[in-house]
C-alpha cells in the first residue's frame, strides 16, 4: 500500500507548524481541525507552496521534497492535482478551456482521465461554452475540481472546496467528491472543518490541533477513541459503518442494511440493492439490553454487540465500547451501568433509536 | 508643419516607444517584486521609482548628464559619452517615465495576487508559463495603463530632453522643445500647431485610459 510520510516545521510571525504525517495514501483522508490549526497550511506544505528548512515530503517512491539535501519540487513539477477555496478559475478563459489549461500541459501518455469523464462524473457538459462570471459558485468549484483531475494527478489535495457553498450546494458536490474517488482511484487529502464532510467522506482522519498532529488513524478508530472524542465538539458519534443495501419494504418506507451480517433497517433509499452506503449512529441512540429480550419490542434495530472498554465520561455517564464488528460506542447512565452490571467480554445486544445516513445530518 | 517639426515629431514617437518598450522590459520584474515582496527595502525602492514625480525634471536632468557624460561614471567606463545622443535620451527618459509604468503594473499585480499564479502552477505550467498565460492577461488593464501613460508622458518630457539631450535636430529635438525653439524666435504660429496637437492629443491619450479603467483604478500618484 502506498504511503505518504512528511516532516515540517514551519515558524511565522503568529503561527507555528509542527507536523509529522505517515498515512495510507489509498481513499479519503480528512485533514480535520479547528479554523487555525493549520490544517491549510499544511496542504500547502504537502504541494510545495510553502517552505520551511528540514522540510521532508515523500510520496510511494518519490520524494518531492528533502530540504537536508536543498531539494524542492515546485508545484508545476508534482503530479498534484489541488482545488483551493475559492474556485480561482481564469476569468479570461472559457469553463472548457480552463478544464484543458492543465490537461494540455501534461505529456497525452500521462493522461489517464479523459475530458468526456470530467464532464460526465461533475454534470458539467452544459457549463462548457460559458464564462466563468456567468457560473454559479457551486459550478465554478465543479469546474475547478474537474480542472484538477484533467492533469491524471496521482494525489488530489483539495481546501475546504465546500466552504463557500451554501448547505444545499454542498450537498450537491459532496456525492461527486466521492464519485471521483472511487471512480478514478485517485487518493485524496481533504480539509475540513465540518464534522459531517468527515462523517460523509473520509476513510481516515489526520487531526490537527494549533499546528501540532494530536492523532491519525481509520474514521472509525478516530471518532469512537476516548482520546480525541473533544476534538468532534458537542456531537458524540457512536459509530460511522459502511453498509450494504439489502433490499427495500417500499409498503413501510424502509430500507434494509446489511452490515457485517447484522441488519439496520433505514428510511426508504432511493439506492440500488447491492450499493454501499455510510450510515452514522450517535452514542446517546444506543441502549443496551443482556439477553434477547423475549416480549416484543418496537425497536427494529438491534445488533449483537461484545463489550470492549467501559469509559469513565463525567459524574452521571460512562461510554460503553461495544465490538460489533466495527467499533459502536453507547453512552449509558453509570445507573445503569451499576444496575446491569456490565463488564468487559460480555455479550449484550445494542437497541439503537436512530441510524441516519450522513446527508440528513446537520451541524 | 516644416520638415524640422516632422522630423522632431519621428524622434519623439521613436522616443516614446522605445522608452515604452526599455520600461516594460525591465519593469515587469521590478513591479512584480515591488508587489510581492516583504523586504524591508520595499519603501526605499518605492520611493526612487517615484521620485521623478516630484523631482525637478532640470535636476533629474542634471545628475544624468553627470553620469553620462565624458567624465562621468559611465563616460569612464565605456570611454564615450552618451550625452547629446538618442540612447542617452532613452536612458534620461527611462528614469523620467518610469513611475508612469511601474505604478500601474505594481497596482495590478497588487490587486491580482498570487492566487491565480499558485493554480496555475498546479496545472503544471511553469512559472514563466503562469506569468505568461495567466497573470499577464488578468493584468492587462494594469499594461494598457503603462503602456499609454508611459509613452504619453515621455512625449511630454522638456527638461529632461533639453538637459540630456540639448536639441540636435533630427537626434535629440522632439515636439516639446521644437515648440520652444519656435516661440524664441517668434515664430508663434509654428508653436501653436505644436502645441495645440500636443493639448489634444494628451486629452485623448488620458480619455481612453480613465475610459477603459472606469472600473479598474489606475495607479498613479
Known sequence: ?????????????????????????????????????????????????????????????DVWQDEANGMCLPLYARPIGYVFQEPRLFPHYS???NLLYGYKRIPSQERRISIEQVVAILGIEHLLERRIHKLSGGEQQRVAIGRALLTSPKLLLL?????????????????????????????????????SEILQLADRVVLLKQGKLVGAGALNEVLTSLEYRGSFGSLRVGAVLD????????????????????????????????????????????????????SPTSVLNILKATIVEIRDIDQSSVDVLLDIGAPLIASITRKSLANLGLKPGQHVYAHIKAVALNEELTE | MTEMDLSALWVTLRLAAMTVVVLLIVGTPLAWWLAHTRSRFRPIVEAVVALP???????????????????????????????????????????????????????????AGKAPLEAAWSLRASRLDA?????????????????????????????????VGGSIPGQTKVLSTT???????????????????????????????????????????
Do not use: W
Not at chain 1, 505518504?4 to 485533514?31: E, K, M, N, Q
Not at chain 1, 434494509?256 to 433505514?266: A, D, R, S, T
Open chain 1, 1 to 61: 500500500m502506498s504511503r505518504l510520510v512528511a516532516r515540517f516545521d514551519v515558524r511565522y510571525p503568529s503561527f507555528h507548524l509542527s507536523v509529522g504525517l505517515d498515512v495510507p495514501t489509498s481513499g479519503i483522508t480528512v485533514l480535520f481541525g479547528p479554523s487555525g490549526s493549520g490544517k491549510t497550511t499544511l496542504l500547502r506544505c504537502l504541494a510545495g507552496l510553502e517552505r520551511a528548512s528540514g522540510g521532508f515530503m515523500q510520496f510511494d517512491n
Open chain 1, 95 to 97: 469553463v472548457r478551456s
Open chain 1, 159 to 195: 481546501d475546504e472546496p465546500l466552504a463557500s457553498l451554501d448547505i444545499q450546494r454542498k450537498q450537491e458536490l459532496l456525492p461527486f467528491i466521492r464519485r471521483l474517488h472511487e471512480e478514478l482511484h485517485i487518493p485524496v487529502i481533504y480539509v475540513s472543518h465540518a464534522i
Open chain 1, 243 to 294: 453498509a450494504r443495501v439489502a433490499r427495500h419494504e417500499p409498503q413501510y418506507g424502509l430500507t434494509q442494511l446489511e452490515f457485517k451480517g447484522q441488519f439496520l433497517f433505514v428510511l426508504l433509499q432511493s439506492v440500488a440493492i447491492g450499493q454501499s452506503v455510510r450510515v452514522h449512529i450517535l452514542s446517546s441512540d444506543v441502549s443496551l439490553v443482556i439477553g434477547r429480550i423475549e
Open chain 2, 53 to 111: 514625480i516630484v523631482l525637478p525634471p532640470t535636476v533629474l536632468g542634471f545628475y544624468i548628464l553627470v553620469a553620462l557624460g565624458p567624465y562621468g561614471p559611465l563616460g569612464r567606463l565605456m570611454n564615450f559619452t552618451l550625452a547629446f545622443t538618442f540612447t542617452g535620451l532613452v536612458i534620461a527618459s527611462v528614469f523620467y517615465s518610469m513611475p508612469f509604468v511601474i505604478q500601474p503594473l505594481q497596482g495590478a499585480f497588487e490587486a
Open chain 2, 131 to 163: 506569468f505568461l498565460t495567466v497573470m499577464s492577461p488578468i493584468a492587462l488593464r494594469g499594461y494598457i495603463s503603462a503602456v499609454v501613460l508611459g509613452f504619453a508622458h515621455t512625449m511630454g518630457e522638456f527638461g529632461v530632453v533639453l538637459m
Open chain 2, 179 to 221: 515648440i520652444f525653439d519656435h516661440v524664441e524666435t517668434m515664430e508663434f504660429a509654428q508653436a501653436h500647431a505644436i502645441s495645440a496637437f500636443m493639448l489634444i492629443f494628451s486629452f485623448l491619450v488620458l480619455l481612453g485610459v480613465y475610459v477603459a479603467n472606469r472600473r479598474f483604478p489606475i495607479h498613479v500618484s
